[in-house]
């Protein structure tokens, strides 16, 4: 099992940008892929972004296409492995809480995914 841990959510006017981090702790040996899935009021947890365990793959939901980018910092001679997910031109609707997960298998469904943090709130402002 790993230990995630988001930051840099906030609040942002519309067409503002953020980037988001997640510090994995633990079993960092393991070759896990990860992933950003959001959670928005009265909805349910979706797919945002994932990305394999070299960089090497990367899949959005086509809501984020262009705008979003995910990448990772695997350093291995720490053992210390951050995601990033930077957020630019941001929209109203993609207030959410912003999750940030591990897994074995590079997919898009949240079955995918062994490990989570505990999110972090991203506000966007018209």
């Known amino acids: 099992q790993v230990q995630l841990v988001e930051s840099g959510g906030g609040s942002v006017q519309a067409g503002g940008s953020l980037r988001l981090s997640c510090a994995i702790s633990g079993r960092t040996f393991g070759r896990y892929a990860m992933g950003w899935f959001r959670q928005a009021p009265g909805k349910e947890r979706e797919f945002v972004a994932t990305?394999?365990?070299?960089?090497?793959?990367?899949?959005?939901?086509?809501f984020v296409k262009g705008r979003f980018t995910i990448s990772r910092d695997n350093a291995v001679n720490t053992a210390k492995i951050t995601v990033y997910l930077q957020m630019n031109s941001l929209k109203p609707e993609d207030t959410a809480v912003y999750y940030c997960?591990?897994?074995?298998?590079?997919?898009?469904?949240?079955?995918?995914?062994?490990?989570w943090g505990q999110g972090t709130q991203v506000t966007v402002s018209s």
């Open positions: 990305i394999s365990w070299s960089g090497s793959s990367r899949y959005y939901a086509d």
């Open positions: 997960a591990a897994g074995f298998t590079l997919g898009t469904a949240q079955t995918d995914f062994t490990s």
